[in-house]
């Protein structure tokens, strides 16, 4: 081969490696470019459009609020373009998550259901605040407002984590790409300075070798000796002087000869002499030459130890103990084989300048050089190896090679490898010095391999631990991330019973900080200021252990108040290391006062239920009023009452019942005046806490000490007939419920009435006090007519409205009253349940009355 193309070879070597190396860049950026265009068009758009609809959600519930609270129609505008924001982002989250999959295009649909309930809600809303709906339905409107939307940002946050969770999952596998491809360029560069080196020592020693082999043919020839010829086959230029060389020794060869057997007679014995001069200065050449070669190679053999000693990069080291092994030797390749003692085989890691990579190539102990030298632990010069009996046969087709040197390499005792260097050329042969060289370069090479095999394991041992270290520290903040923002309350106790966890949802329920409870001996009795409860809680829990589920305890807040709290402890069954026992806990106060408000509710309405069976069974007008009073007064609490009924000929009302101050008996009020007028004005239920600081008290009741009141509305069918009052103590104070159960009360006396016996149909007539019609006189509110007409026997008629459903019957004409028609009808609106409490002026709740 010629020089220039040597030359070429190894260019193009060192441009196929880079074009490699660009190749792998150029993958490394189509996996960033998919990335990002995951990130871009399938987890950006789907979060933007949820963090668009809670904006829009937020916005629309803002601007409703604002609205019912001023009445300003801009901001309902407002609150109906926040509507059609929050739709429009729904339908584009459901479009984006239908092209995703689907079981993402199920969570939009439920989405864009809940968000389409909630713009109903809202719609609702603003609609019964124009339709002047009262303030209860107003009330439960914005429940279940509050209810939805936290159903929505729910659905939202949950999905929205999710889409986070894919946007870090994307952003992890774009650093690991760009990571992962800085080191692929590293490597790749340095694998090309590599072998560039190689290749331009290689072609370096190609060119040089040859040249040095020639100068020193001349020396010999120059000095004398004209047999000798130069033996070099490169197949280029230098190859053709060599011939031209010797063919120049020849033919001086031949003239010597020629002037020799001319002179041969008269000069024998000066040519005798000549040549055994001749012959020592060649044996001191080459004994020069020896010892020079020999210096050499102690010098190349110590540049090469340090070389191999400062790599610590185990397939790189082997790599580079083969290629100084076969620069050391002027070899022309050479390859490393791997011990496995426990499967007695040798495993070929590196194959250098080889016809083809013989890397992977397994041989058994005893078969072919690499195996025999693994057995016998002893160096090999093999000088042909395609006759060499010992031959392995997976290179018997081949027979890359003829001469071989192989040199174990021992590490305490054993051999861990063997390194080869060969030639392909049958008159190159390895003498014994090679043999010892390679044999002390195979020693130094194989402390090389060892160091670095540690140096790896400890640098992958750190890097594992480092990996396990930054793991935990992970775990843990996303535990106390978890601990911290959890919806239930949690604490956890030291040996000596001193708090050491004490997240938000505890200090939202107490008011309590973590910095004033956490480390403080005292904090039991800040939350538990009661010693003989708090003695007995403890000694309970001492009983029970740390193994109990919903154990209610009272805890004081740092305002005054104090909240029931469910504890649920299994720190015995799962100890936590460091913590004595841990628990979580949930505030149960509000369930605990509904259910209390539940049980008085439901004995309310029993006593109710009593009352009117009562009620009904009642005969005489003046009993069953007393008895209504009495009984009003019983179901409240109160400690007295009394029935305002009303005069339409003087237009006011007269107190005409009274339990408990029997002084109040005739005490007439006008309309708006007092709290029964204004029952009256308003036609709904009423409450004052302090009726003798209240600014709307009747004058007529400025000696009694009425403390807090409570007055209902009294109907037949739509005419108003009157007020039920109830007076409570000083320590009483009447609520909204009491209204609401005082006006149920006396709807439901106005419906026993109308279902009662026929000697109360003429009521209404006798508490106007004016002439009935058709009658011959008229009736005070106790004076007594004719006994009403015995009804006419009932016709049985089926039950339309269930078990309960009254009979009607069929009454004949009273000499006193005639036949007053009584429709069946409930209180309207402005009666029963429009109600609202208060110490200054009254505020009406409900329908208003204009």
Same mark, same amino acid.
């Given at each position: 081969?010629?020089?220039?193309?040597?030359?070429?070879?190894?260019?193009?070597?060192?441009?196929?490696?880079?074009?490699?190396?660009?190749?792998?860049?150029?993958?490394?950026?189509?996996?960033?470019?998919?990335?990002?265009?995951?990130?871009?068009?399938?987890?950006?758009?789907?979060?933007?459009?949820?963090?668009?609809?809670?904006?829009?959600?937020?916005?629309?519930?803002?601007?409703?609020?604002?609205?019912?609270?001023?009445?300003?129609?801009?901001?309902?505008?407002?609150?109906?373009?926040?509507?059609?924001?929050?739709?429009?982002?729904?339908?584009?989250?459901?479009?984006?998550?239908?092209?995703?999959?689907?079981?993402?295009?199920?969570?939009?649909?439920?989405?864009?259901?809940?968000?389409?309930?909630?713009?109903?809600?809202?719609?609702?809303?603003?609609?019964?605040?124009?339709?002047?709906?009262?303030?209860?339905?107003?009330?439960?409107?914005?429940?279940?407002?509050?209810?939805?939307?936290?159903?929505?940002?729910?659905?939202?946050?949950?999905?929205?984590?999710?889409?986070?969770?894919?946007?870090?999952?994307?952003?992890?596998?774009?650093?690991?790409?760009?990571?992962?491809?800085?080191?692929?360029?590293?490597?790749?560069?340095?694998?090309?300075?590599?072998?560039?080196?190689?290749? !331009?020592?290689?072609?370096?020693?190609?060119?040089?070798?040859?040249?040095?082999?020639?100068?020193?043919?001349?020396?010999?020839?120059?000095?004398?000796?004209?047999?000798?010829?130069?033996?070099?086959?490169?197949?280029?230029?230098?190859?053709?002087?060599?011939?031209?060389?010797?063919?120049?020794?020849?033919?001086?060869?031949?003239?010597?000869?020629?002037? *020799?057997?001319?002179?041969?007679?008269?000069?024998?014995?000066?040519?005798?002499?000549?040549?055994?001069?001749?012959?020592?200065?060649?044996?001191?050449?080459?004994?020069?030459?020896?010892?020079?070669?020999?210096?050499?190679?102690?010098?190349?053999?110590?540049?090469?130890?340090?070389?191999?000693?400062?790599?610590?990069?185990?397939?790189?080291?082997?790599?580079?103990?083969?290629?100084?092994?076969?620069?050391?030797?002027?070899?022309?390749?050479?390859?490393?084989?791997?011990?496995?003692?426990?499967?007695?085989?040798?495993?070929?890691?590196?194959?250098?300048?080889?016809?083809?990579?013989?890397?992977?190539?397994?041989?058994?102990?005893?078969?072919?050089?690499?195996?025999?030298?693994?057995?016998?632990?002893?160096?090999?010069?093999?000088?042909?190896?395609?006759?060499?009996?010992?031959?392995?046969?997976?290179?018997?087709?081949?027979?890359?090679?003829?001469?071989?040197?192989?040199?174990?390499?021992?590490?305490?005792?054993?051999?861990?490898?063997?390194?080869?260097?060969?030639?392909?050329?049958?008159?190159?042969?390895?003498?014994?010095?090679?043999?010892?060289?390679?044999?002390?370069?195979?020693?130094?090479?194989?402390?090389?391999?060892?160091?670095?095999?540690?140096?790896?394991?400890?640098?992958?041992?750190?890097?594992?631990?480092?990996?396990?270290?930054?793991?935990?520290?992970?775990?843990?903040?996303?535990?106390?991330?978890?601990?911290?923002?959890?919806?239930?309350?949690?604490?956890?106790?030291?040996?000596?019973?001193?708090?050491?966890?004490?997240?938000?949802?505890?200090?939202?329920?107490?008011?309590?900080?973590?910095?004033?409870?956490?480390?403080? =001996?005292?904090?039991?009795?800040?939350?538990? =200021?009661?010693?003989?409860?708090?003695?007995?809680?403890?000694?309970?829990?001492?009983?029970?252990?740390?193994?109990?589920?919903?154990?209610?305890?009272?805890? !004081?807040?740092?305002?005054?108040?104090?909240?029931?709290?469910?504890?649920?402890?299994?720190?015995?069954?799962?100890?936590?290391?460091?913590?004595?026992?841990?628990?979580?806990?949930?505030?149960?106060?509000?369930?605990?006062?509904? *259910?209390?408000?539940?049980?008085?509710?439901?004995?309310?309405?029993?006593?109710?239920? *009593?009352?009117?069976?009562?009620?009904?069974?009642?005969?005489?007008?003046?009993?069953?009023?007393?008895?209504?009073?009495?009984?009003?007064?019983?179901?409240?609490?109160?400690?007295?009452?009394?029935?305002?009924?009303?005069?339409?000929?003087?237009?006011?009302?007269?107190?005409?019942?009274?339990?408990?101050?029997?002084?109040?008996?005739?005490?007439?009020?006008?309309?708006?005046?007092?709290?029964?007028?204004?029952?009256?004005?308003?036609?709904?239920?009423?409450?004052?806490?302090?009726?003798?600081?209240?600014?709307?008290?009747?004058?007529?009741?400025?000696?009694?000490?009425?403390?807090?009141?409570?007055?209902?509305?009294?109907?037949?069918?739509?005419?108003?007939?009157?007020?039920?009052?109830?007076?409570?103590? =000083?320590?009483?104070?009447?609520?909204?419920?009491?209204? *609401?159960?005082?006006?149920?009360?006396?709807?439901?006396?106005?419906?026993?009435?109308?279902?009662?016996?026929?000697?109360?149909?003429?009521?209404?007539?006798?508490?106007?006090?004016?002439?009935?019609?058709?009658?011959?006189?008229?009736?005070?509110?106790?004076?007594?007519?004719?006994?009403? !007409?015995?009804?006419?026997?009932?016709?049985?008629?089926?039950?339309?409205?269930?078990?309960?459903?009254?009979?009607?019957?069929?009454?004949?004409?009273?000499?006193?009253?005639?036949?007053?028609?009584?429709?069946?009808?409930?209180?309207?609106?402005?009666?029963?349940?429009?109600?609202?409490?208060?110490?200054?002026?009254?505020?009406?709740?409900?329908?208003?009355?204009?």
């Amino acid at each position: 081969m010629r020089l220039k193309y040597k030359l070429l070879t190894s260019y193009l070597v060192i441009a196929v490696l880079a074009l490699v190396l660009c190749l792998l860049g150029l993958n490394g950026y189509r996996i960033v470019h998919s990335h990002f265009m995951a990130v871009t068009q399938d987890i950006l758009p789907g979060q933007q459009a949820m963090m668009s609809a809670k904006q829009s959600t937020l916005e629309m519930i803002v601007e409703s609020r604002d609205y019912l609270r001023t009445g300003d129609e801009t901001l309902a505008q407002y609150a109906r373009e926040g509507m059609d924001d929050l739709r429009e982002s729904l339908r584009i989250h459901l479009e984006h998550e239908t092209h995703v999959g689907e079981a993402e295009r199920g969570v939009a649909e439920e989405m864009e259901r809940r968000g389409l309930h909630l713009i109903d809600l809202c719609n609702d809303l603003i609609d019964a605040y124009q339709r002047g709906d009262s303030k209860e339905t107003l009330s439960q409107g914005r429940e279940e407002i509050r209810l939805c939307k936290d159903e929505l940002f729910e659905l939202l946050d949950e999905h929205l984590a999710v889409h986070e969770q894919e946007l870090l999952d994307a952003q992890n596998g774009i650093y690991q790409t760009i990571v992962r491809g800085f080191w692929t360029f590293l490597v790749g560069s340095i694998l090309i300075l590599a072998m560039g080196l190689t290749t !331009a020592f290689y072609t370096a020693n190609a060119i040089v070798g040859p040249i040095h082999e020639l100068e020193a043919g001349a020396d010999i020839i120059g000095g004398g000796d004209l047999s000798h010829r130069l033996d070099i086959r490169t197949g280029d230029e230098v190859e053709r002087l060599a011939v031209a060389f010797n063919e120049m020794a020849a033919r001086l060869a031949d003239i010597v000869d020629t002037l *020799e057997q001319r002179v041969a007679a008269r000069t024998s014995e000066l040519t005798t002499t000549n040549e055994q001069l001749e012959s020592e200065i060649v044996e001191r050449k080459r004994a020069e030459e020896a010892l020079r070669r020999r210096a050499d190679e102690m010098v190349a053999l110590q540049a090469t130890v340090l070389d191999i000693t400062t790599s610590h990069d185990l397939p790189t080291l082997l790599q580079t103990i083969v290629e100084r092994a076969a620069r050391l030797l002027n070899a022309l390749g050479g390859g490393l084989y791997l011990c496995d003692p426990d499967r007695e085989q040798v495993r070929c890691v590196v194959s250098y300048n080889t016809p083809r990579d013989f890397t992977g190539i397994v041989l058994k102990y005893g078969e072919g050089a690499a195996g025999t030298v693994a057995q016998t632990g002893e160096p090999l010069i093999i000088d042909d190896y395609r006759i060499w009996p010992g031959r392995a046969g997976v290179y018997e087709e081949e027979q890359p090679f003829t001469a071989i040197l192989s040199a174990p390499m021992i590490w305490q005792g054993q051999v861990t490898g063997v390194i080869h260097v060969l030639h392909d050329v049958e008159s190159r042969r390895f003498s014994q010095a090679d043999l010892e060289l390679l044999a002390l370069f195979a020693n130094h090479a194989a402390i090389a391999v060892e160091n670095t095999r540690l140096y790896e394991q400890s640098q992958r041992e750190i890097t594992e631990r480092k990996q396990a270290e930054e793991s935990l520290r992970e775990s843990e903040e996303r535990l106390r991330r978890v601990v911290e923002n959890m919806p239930v309350m949690m604490d956890a106790f030291d040996a000596d019973g001193n708090i050491l966890v004490w997240n938000q949802e505890c200090e939202r329920v107490t008011g309590f900080s973590a910095d004033e409870i956490i480390g403080n =001996p005292r904090a039991p009795e800040l939350l538990f =200021p009661d010693a003989a409860y708090r003695e007995r809680m403890m000694a309970e829990w001492d009983r029970i252990g740390d193994d109990h589920r919903g154990w209610e305890w009272e805890m !004081a807040c740092q305002d005054g108040s104090v909240k029931t709290v469910a504890w649920s402890n299994v720190s015995a069954q799962f100890p936590i290391p460091g913590w004595a026992s841990w628990g979580v806990g949930v505030d149960i106060t509000e369930r605990k006062q509904a *259910e209390e408000m539940l049980r008085q509710r439901t004995a309310q309405l029993e006593m109710l239920r *009593e009352m009117g069976l009562e009620i009904v069974s009642q005969l005489d007008l003046d009993a069953l009023l007393h008895s209504i009073t009495a009984r009003a007064v019983e179901l409240l609490g109160g400690i007295s009452g009394g029935i305002y009924l009303y005069r339409p000929e003087r237009e006011l009302l007269e107190w005409a019942v009274s339990v408990g101050h029997p002084a109040l008996v005739g005490v007439t009020l006008r309309r708006g005046e007092g709290l029964a007028g204004k029952v009256w004005e308003s036609g709904a239920a009423m409450t004052v806490d302090d009726y003798r600081r209240w600014e709307g008290r009747a004058v007529s009741y400025d000696e009694f000490d009425f403390a807090s009141t409570v007055g209902a509305p009294i109907h037949w069918g739509t005419e108003f007939l009157g007020v039920l009052n109830v007076n409570g103590d =000083p320590t009483r104070t009447f609520s909204p419920a009491d209204a *609401e159960l005082l006006s149920l009360f006396a709807t439901r006396y106005q419906r026993r009435s109308q279902l009662g016996c026929s000697a109360r149909v003429g009521m209404a007539a006798l508490l106007r006090r004016r002439p009935h019609p058709g009658g011959r006189g008229g009736g005070g509110l106790f004076e007594r007519g004719r006994r009403p !007409a015995r009804p006419v026997r009932p016709r049985r008629r089926p039950a339309a409205g269930g078990l309960c459903q009254p009979r009607r019957r069929r009454y004949r004409e009273c000499p006193v009253v005639s036949r007053v028609a009584v429709p069946r009808r409930t209180v309207g609106a402005a009666g029963a349940g429009a109600h609202r409490r208060t110490r200054g002026p009254v505020r009406l709740a409900g329908r208003d009355p204009r």
